[in-house]
């Protein structure tokens, strides 16, 4: 039963406009949750986080929304460029010693 | 952001042999993982330590074994290789809460290890 969903499995979206990527979870206990990047061959990069005390965190291009009575967050990207193009990654924790769940991740492509 | 390394980045290997995959952070953290992934798939904990000593298994089952004798080192060893094996493996580590500035579930991964088991 998978916790964490990404239900959206690609999106494709013109350089300079805004890339939203969802995500939506089941577990109420989830109290802090996580964007990470990937590129091909190469390791998932921490992008940004949000605890649950928050329904906003912006760092630069990026920004994740958070709607814990919806059980879901989006993480906005704007304005995308051409090197955003990879796997995003959205996990959550419970608590502050529990490990990641991971969903099943997004392939972002953003057009020149 | 950690420093953390894996060795072999990539490794193409006959079925019954032996492998060892190495993972070394250089922050000190407390926390160490491995997950394995397949592509278009999630990310799924296989093995994790949360000091010297310790060592547990992960939510997916997997023939690895780990061992962490050292706070900076955690391989995993598959001891007879097989085909299903095929996978790429990322280790992670992570601070404690309280360890440092950064929340203790915010992990970071190392570039990964691709195994391919003919």
């Known amino acids: 039963d998978q916790q964490v969903k990404q239900n959206s499995p690609s999106l494709r979206v013109q350089e300079g406009r805004i890339s939203i990527l969802n995500c939506d979870y089941t577990?109420?206990?989830?109290?802090?949750f996580l964007w990470y990047k990937k590129y091909p061959a190469e390791g998932p990069t921490f992008l940004i986080s949000?605890?649950?005390?928050?329904d906003k965190n912006e760092d630069g291009r990026f920004t994740v929304f958070l709607n814990k009575s919806a059980k879901h967050l989006s993480l906005h990207i704007v304005p995308s460029q051409p090197g955003d193009s990879a796997v995003y990654f959205c996990a959550a924790s419970a608590g502050a010693n529990s490990k990641l769940t991971f969903g099943k991740g997004i392939t972002l492509s953003v057009r020149p | 952001e950690a420093d953390i390394y894996q060795t072999p980045r990539y490794l193409v290997i006959g079925t019954g042999k032996k492998i060892t995959l190495e993972c070394s952070q250089t922050?000190?953290?407390?926390?160490m993982y491995w997950y394995q992934q397949d592509p278009g798939m999630e990310l799924h904990l296989i093995h994790y330590s949360y000091g010297v000593n310790s060592t547990e298994k992960g939510d997916l089952s997997s023939e690895s074994t780990v061992s962490r004798i050292r706070t900076e080192h955690f391989p995993l060893t598959l001891e007879s290789a097989r085909p299903s094996h095929t996978s790429q493996y990322l280790c992670?580590?992570?601070?404690?809460?309280?360890?440092?500035?950064?929340?203790?579930?915010?992990?970071?991964f190392g570039e990964g290890s691709w195994l391919t088991v003919v």
């Open positions: 577990n109420s206990m989830f109290d802090y």
């Open positions: 922050m000190g953290h407390d926390k």
């Open positions: 949000i605890s649950s005390i928050k």
């Open positions: 992670a580590s992570s601070e404690s809460p309280g360890q440092g500035k950064t929340s203790g579930n915010t992990i970071y």
